[in-house]
């Protein structure tokens, strides 16, 4: 249920993962790549990642999810490598009996997984690229810095 990726990530195959005939809400994040950030025109994103540690934290946040809001399920993938604009670069599910426990948990999910994870992202611009938020920049691979 947690998953790294160098391909397109498929929402409905995610959703999918979480489906049951118990849950009343299925709630989602989408991570789409946008046209712009800070002022300037964005051409396409590039992520990198450290997949064995990002997986083992990934799952971390998930098992946490599921013990803070017993009978959820959480699905939950990250996409590496060049995306273009209006792609997927993660994308989260939720299926719980009611939808307030999902929505918490999909808003808990996204904001620990950025700030806990070690997946980097790169803007790219018409005029430069620079590294993005998340997690610890100091702790990026040194070839990417």
Not at 22 to 45: C, I, M, P, Q, S
Not at 60 to 68: A, D, F, P, V
Not at 116 to 121: G, H, L, T
Request: charged share 25%; aromatic share 8%; proline share 3%.
């Amino acid at each position: 249920m947690v998953e790294i990726t160098q391909q397109p990530i498929d929402p409905q195959a995610v959703v999918a993962k979480v489906a049951s005939e118990e849950a009343g809400a299925v709630v989602t994040f989408d991570g789409v790549v946008r046209n712009h950030a800070r002022g300037k025109r964005v051409t396409h994103l590039f992520y990198e990642g450290y997949s064995p540690m990002a997986l083992k934290e990934m799952q971390r946040i998930r098992e946490g999810t599921l013990k803070r809001w017993q009978g959820t399920k959480v699905a939950i993938v990250h996409r590496l490598g060049r995306l273009e604009i209006g792609e997927s670069s993660v994308f989260i599910a939720v299926s719980s009996a009611h939808r307030s426990a999902a929505f918490e948990a999909c808003r808990n999910v996204i904001d620990q997984l950025k700030s806990s994870v070690p997946i980097w992202k790169k803007e790219h611009y018409e005029d430069g690229e620079t590294w993005i938020e998340g997690y610890s920049q100091e702790s990026r691979p040194a070839h990417s810095q």
